[in-house]
């Protein structure tokens, strides 16, 4: 069974940025590695160059732990802290995603993300997972990588999550796709982001994907695990 990985992309006001940061570091990433059933490991990243600001990861024992009762209990009952920061972000995306290539081990420090909407068809995305599987195989040949993964966001899962915070007066972009992500790790930004032409071999992907999202660099600021 895969694992799962939620995934999020917040931004807020410069005023109020370490705010964010210190809940996010002594409060929720803990909340949700140690304290959440089903959750094992959970980290915060700030951005290196000019996508959003703040990502987090959050990875589960399976994907169906993103829907169960238990977490969806969990979302719709946040701490107070939780309430007086979720309203104050400016942005919030989120990505619910099996983990279906997890070549993913140890902490790196610096990662880049790879986000893209492949062709819905499912011949055409099986296609794509697969030379994607071969792809990230050969990046265990680089030292300075630490691993990576694919996560393919399940859009039902990620709107309905995303609701709850819209509930307590948040603004969650509810109209992102099944988009996927590709995540690699490892210890030099400049390096890693030259691996996503190896990655990206457009030649060979280009005509399985609908559209190129973003890729962006992110440094470690805090990560725990169970």
């Known amino acids: 069974m895969n694992k799962g990985m939620l995934v999020s992309f917040t931004e807020t006001n410069l005023a109020i940025e370490e705010e964010l940061k210190?809940?996010?570091?002594?409060?929720?990433i803990d909340e949700r590695a140690i304290d959440t059933d089903g959750f094992f490991r959970a980290r915060l990243y700030e951005c290196l160059d000019e996508g959003p600001k703040f990502f987090a990861?959050?990875?589960?024992?399976n994907f169906d732990i993103l829907?169960?009762?238990?977490y969806m209990k969990k979302v719709s009952n946040q701490t107070n802290w939780s309430k007086e920061i979720i309203p104050k972000l400016t942005m919030l995306e989120?990505?619910?995603g099996k983990m279906t290539i997890d070549n993913l081990r140890g902490y790196g420090g610096k990662i880049i993300t790879f986000r893209f909407l492949p062709l819905p068809e499912r011949n055409?995305?099986?296609t794509l997972?697969?030379?994607f599987i071969t792809e990230l195989n050969k990046l265990k040949s680089f030292n300075f990588v630490n691993g990576s993964c694919l996560i393919e966001n399940?859009?039902?899962?990620s709107t309905s999550t995303g609701a709850k915070a819209q509930k307590i007066g948040g603004n969650p972009n509810l109209s992102i796709k099944d988009e996927w992500m590709i995540i690699i790790e490892g210890?030099?930004?400049?390096?890693?982001?030259e691996l996503i032409n190896i990655v990206y071999n457009e030649k060979i992907v280009s005509k399985y994907m609908e559209k190129k999202i973003s890729i962006n660099c992110y440094q470690l600021i805090y990560g725990n695990n169970r």
Request: aromatic share 8%; charged share 35%.
């Open 22 to 28: 210190s809940w996010f570091v002594n409060e929720h």
């Open 57 to 61: 990861t959050y990875e589960t024992i």
């Open 67 to 70: 829907a169960s009762e238990h």
């Open 94 to 96: 989120r990505l619910t």
């Open 124 to 126: 055409s995305r099986d």
């Open 129 to 131: 997972r697969k030379i």
């Open 154 to 157: 399940d859009s039902k899962i």
């Open 187 to 193: 210890q030099d930004h400049s390096k890693l982001k």
